[in-house]
């Protein structure tokens, strides 16, 4: 296989295991008793740890973020911050709605980025942004209404934790930038779930609260923990060995699409014609992005 039909496989695995891993997580809280605090907490330390595991197998110095105090206090930042935030608001959006409308909100997450920048720069957004920006507007109205302007089609936590899961999401792209940079994607990663995890783990008091589960249950925690987790991240960042962020990135989409896709299927969540264009709007400001991206690099060549 060539390295670039890799890369584009690999980039296209790990947001489908997360969209994925978003529907069995849906299927879990609407069938168990599980907590969400616990499914967070345990799926964090256990991938953070495989993560870590991993890295050490290749020989990555996975403990090279220790050995400076400042860059320690920043992992830590992070983990509490971006991976928490990212993670936490993310299935509590799922747990309170569904998978599809949570993957969909935290897709807004492109768009706080060009107005936390445009905002940092004192900048007008470019027409394209601007574009971007109103597309993702229109789109989470369509996708909380589903055109009934007067009422939402899903309950408000959902929403607030939605958008709350874009904020998180905007916050784990931007802040750990320099260090992924100095110590590699695998250590930072690895390291701020087993830290974050073990946050929410010891805070929930987790151990209080295992949840009584089926043999098929647990199977679809694991699936959660490995595949939408692990192997997840793992394809994702591995793939960027072979192609350009700026393409993975728009590969990134099929974690709203696959997250729809499935839960339509198996979960019987509905969308009208207004939340089909609604989530439509959100995920093509990704693809708008990377057109800007293409275009601005063919210019400056």
Do not use: C
Not at 239 to 259: K, N, Q, W
Not at 264 to 274: D, E, Y
Request: positive net charge; glycine residues 10%; without cysteine.
């Amino acid at each position: 296989m060539e390295k670039k039909t890799l890369g584009f496989v690999l980039a296209s695995a790990g947001p489908f295991f997360w969209g994925s891993s978003g529907t069995v997580a849906q299927h879990l809280f609407d069938t168990t008793n599980i907590s969400t605090l616990w499914l967070v907490s345990v799926r964090m330390v256990v991938s953070g740890l495989l993560l870590l595991i991993y890295g050490a197998l290749r020989r990555v110095p996975v403990m090279a973020v220790f050995k400076r105090p400042a860059a320690a206090g920043k992992l830590v930042a992070f983990s509490l911050l971006g991976m928490v935030g990212t993670q936490l608001t993310y299935f509590m959006a799922i747990s309170t709605g569904n998978a599809a409308t949570a993957a969909i909100l935290q897709s807004l997450s492109p768009v706080l980025i060009i107005l936390f920048l445009a905002a940092r720069s004192w900048r007008v957004p470019s027409k394209i942004n601007v574009i971007s920006v109103a597309s993702a507007l229109i789109g989470t109205v369509l996708i909380v209404t589903q055109g009934h302007l007067h009422s939402l089609a899903l309950p408000l936590t959902a929403v607030i934790w939605g958008l709350l899961a874009a904020v998180g999401a905007t916050i784990y792209t931007l802040m750990p930038t320099k260090l992924i940079k100095d110590y590699g994607a695998t250590p930072i990663v690895g390291w701020s779930m087993l830290i974050g995890g073990a946050f929410v783990f010891g805070g929930s008091q987790a151990w209080r609260h295992v949840p009584q589960l089926s043999a098929m249950a647990w199977l679809e925690v694991g699936f959660v923990i490995v595949f939408g987790t692990m192997l997840a991240y793992l394809f994702f960042l591995q793939s960027l060995e072979f192609i350009l962020p700026t393409t993975a990135s728009v590969l990134g989409t099929i974690e709203p699409l696959s997250a729809t896709i499935l839960s339509v299927l198996f979960l019987g969540v509905n969308f009208n014609l207004f939340g089909i264009t609604g989530a439509v709007l959100i995920v093509g400001v990704t693809v708008l992005q990377f057109m800007a991206a293409k275009t601005a690099s063919f210019g400056h060549d």
